[in-house]
């Protein structure tokens, strides 16, 4: 029997949820037809775009005062081989995703995006990004108040995530991310853990936080990014910290959710790190090329919606 009694706010839900499906349907064919140019063989799972004149948030930790636009990111995938990649709203551009988004319709058979928007975003307008290719958010909670996930507006904004199957991105100390990754996990998203957790510098692979996630990794809900050591300890300690991680990681997690990013254009580390030098940061992480082609490719692919050719 039919259900007669759907409420206005029911039938909003369905239709915007049956939007989503007709976008991310019609993304997935825009995939298929521009493919033979674009096959997946390595997918960048972490890099930033900007450019000069675009509005800043007042409490920004920092403001490059260079450029990284999308032609320059394409510019650096084709000369190291890269197929694909993922951009990840800067901090410093706040809610402001207008400008990853022109770059992702653009580019939308080898490109993905994760924005930065508030809990009180509607479903219509997550749906419209979806079908610009935003595929998740961020929570950069880096010096930031850690958000009571509880509380209104999360809850309905969660949920609303689990929806459209985006994942969450959380960008955190070790030692405070069993607080926020643990809610997100129960509500049943997949979760992407930011630079090998930003464990302390001291404690490495001991650090309580790090060693929480090697037990919440049991839920086959959360992910790690090889990205960004340098940002774990300075003179190398961070490069070692990651070696030691590697291992452990890998035991946790499993290859199949471990991912690759190479932290472009390494802000706050532009004179250290190259593109280049961490792909040989992976390869010494991960010296077997089938297993490194888990992590490069089969990964990212699944979880952020590439079609595999």
Known sequence: MINSKITRRSFGITMSLATVNFTINNLSSAVLKTASNHTINTVDTHSHIFKRGLKTVSN?????EYEATIDDYLGVLDSHS???GVLVQPS????DNSYLISGLKANLDRIRGIA????????????EMSASGIVGIRLNLIGAVMPNLKLEPWPKFLSQLKQLNWCVEVHREAKDLPLIVNPLIDAGLNVVIDHFGRPDPKLGVSDP???????????KRLWMKLSGSYR???NGRGEAIALEAVPLLKSAFGLNRLLWGSDWPHTQFESGPTYGSTL??????????????VV????PSELYGFKQI
């Open 232 to 234: 774990n300890g300075a």
């Open 92 to 95: 410093f551009l706040g809610n």
């Open 60 to 64: 920004a930790r920092y403001i490059p």
């Open 116 to 127: 930065v928007i508030p809990p009180t975003t509607s479903l219509d307008a997550m749906a």
């Open 82 to 84: 890269v197929s694909h």
């Open 280 to 293: 040989l940061s992976l390869n010494q992480w991960i010296p077997d090329i089938k297993e490194r082609d």
């Open 209 to 219: 936080g790090f060693e929480s996630l090697l037990l919440s990794a049991k839920s």
């Open 296 to 299: 490069l490719r089969l990964s």
